[in-house]
């Protein structure tokens, strides 16, 4: 069973979409992803907004900054 995750992002980030795409072919296969728009908070828009899109695994709290666009880098990470 692959980890949950959180994608952080925000509307309009055209590099956001770009990983949902990446990330859909593993949320097919029971990856749950939790969409986080770092622009309803102050703290969140700080930490990443110069870094989205980022991938967080919510077990180890492990981040995967852009660009991972390669699904073999995604799966790496997941596992």
């Known amino acids: ?3 949950e995750c959180q994608l952080f992002g925000t509307l309009g ?3 956001c ?3 949902e795409g990446v990330l859909m072919s593993f949320v097919e296969h029971g990856l749950l992803v939790e ?3 770092i622009a309803e908070s102050e703290v ?3 930490r990443y907004g110069l870094r989205i899109p980022v991938l967080r695994r919510i077990d180890t709290g492990a981040e995967l900054d852009w ?3 390669d699904a073999d880098q995604v799966a790496a990470f997941l596992s």
């Open 1 to 3: 069973m692959p980890p």
């Open 13 to 15: 980030c055209h590099l």
């Open 17 to 19: 979409e770009v990983a």
């Open 35 to 37: 969409l986080v728009d």
């Open 44 to 46: 969140l828009s700080e």
């Open 67 to 69: 660009p991972f666009d």
